[in-house]
Every structure is written in C-alpha cells, then in structure tokens.
C-alpha cells in the first residue's frame, strides 16, 4: 500500500541551527511533493512545492530536495528561530488532474532560544 | 485579502442531528477539497470538487455530503453525525498549492 513517513518525534534543535526533517514514500510516483507548516489548532500553510523533475528547491531560509530513487525528500530551515517552532507537514500528489494531495502525519519542531 | 472561510469553528452537536459546515474562498480557485484531521492519522481527504457541480470521493467519504453549486462555496454536509466524525475540519481551495481554512473543530456526543 502507498506510504508516507515522516518522523512521528518531535525534533529540538537550538537557534540558529539547521533543521532537517525527513518525508519517505513507498509504492508511489509522485508528480510533485509540498511541504507546509501547521500550527496548533490552524490551518496548514503552504511553504514549497518541488516537482519531479527538480532536485532542488529553496525559499528565503527555507530548502527542499526531493530524490525520486530513494523516494525521499529533505526539508531544511537554516539559521533556525523559536517562531519556526510548528509542525510541518510532508504532502504528494500522483495526479495532477484531480491534484488530490496525500499527507504524512507531520514533524513537530522545537527551536529552542 | 485571500482567503478561505469557514463556519462555523466551533461545533457541539448531537448524534443524528443534521449540520452544515460552510467554507467559501474568494481565490477562484476551481479546485476545492475537504479533510478531516485526527491524532495519529494526519490529514485526510473527505471529498474534492474539480469544479462547479462536480464532486467525487476522497479517502473517507462516508457519512458526508457535499455540494458545489457556486465557484466560491463547498458546504459539507453531515446527514447524521455520529461519534466517530468528532474531528478537525479542514476545507482548502487550491491551483497546486492548498489554502486552508482556519478549521472547524466538530464534536458529536
């Protein structure tokens, strides 16, 4: 069965790190790949999409790598900050006509000052 | 300002009794999709629209309706609310990226 698997620990880095959280899948072929951040309570908020073509993608402090042979993408925050604290939240899409997307369970972050 | 709304954000109801959650987004987006978000289980698909008067299953779509009778707005629809659909409720309108609604937390006793 399809699979997405993000890391279900909570991860705690210090500011000012670089914060790397992690988003497998099996059994699928995605057309693209987002990432959004959930605060508690709130709607999820988009940051980046990558499609299956790009490696690489980067936004502000933000960047994401996708690699379609080891079904994995990389999600990373530099130069981390306490209002980065949230949980963020893995997404695929397979079809781009019904651009239905299928969510990992998240990664809570925890940047401490 | 863009943005999807929905209505209501706080809801206690009963088993049985039927209620509407509204969402409405001011994007023109065509794309409109409902999740239910529970502990352990992420997000999940209810149901999605491609566009108006066309709507199609999600991952988990019993037990709701929906209906899209104008661009801007996708009500769901729980005929007979039962215990199990106590949830967090999310509509998202959507080109590739999803917007989403600020939520609607559903508790049925």
């Known amino acids: ?113 | 300002e863009a943005q999807v709304t929905q209505n209501p954000r706080y809801l206690i109801t009963v088993t049985g009794k039927k209620l509407t959650v509204t969402c409405s987004q001011n994007m023109n987006h065509e794309y409109m999709s409902w999740y239910r978000q529970d502990p352990g289980l992420g997000l999940r698909q209810i149901y999605y629209s491609m566009n108006v008067e066309v709507t199609d299953k999600g991952d988990v779509p019993e037990g709701y309706k929906v209906s899209r009778k104008e661009k801007r707005n996708f009500p769901l629809i729980l005929e007979s609310p039962s215990p199990n659909q106590t949830s967090l409720y999310f509509c998202a309108s959507s080109v590739y990226e999803q917007y989403f609604g600020p939520g609607t937390r559903l508790t049925v006793t």
Do not use: M
């Not at chain 1, 996708?66 to 999600?75: C, I, R, Y």
């Open chain 1, 1 to 113: 069965s399809q699979k997405i698997e993000q890391n279900s620990e909570a991860l705690n880095i210090q500011e000012g790190k670089t914060a790397t959280l992690t988003c497998n899948y099996t059994n699928y072929s995605p057309a693209y790949l987002q990432w959004y951040r959930q605060d508690p309570g709130r709607g999820p908020v988009f940051l980046l999409l990558i499609r299956e073509n790009e490696k690489e993608k980067r936004k502000e402090r933000l960047k994401v790598t996708f690699d379609t042979t080891l079904k994995q993408s990389l999600f990373h925050i530099t130069a981390s900050q306490p209002a980065d604290s949230a949980t963020y939240l893995c997404a695929l899409s397979v079809d781009t006509g019904r651009r239905a997307l299928t969510f990992g369970s998240g990664t809570r972050l925890q940047v401490q000052p």
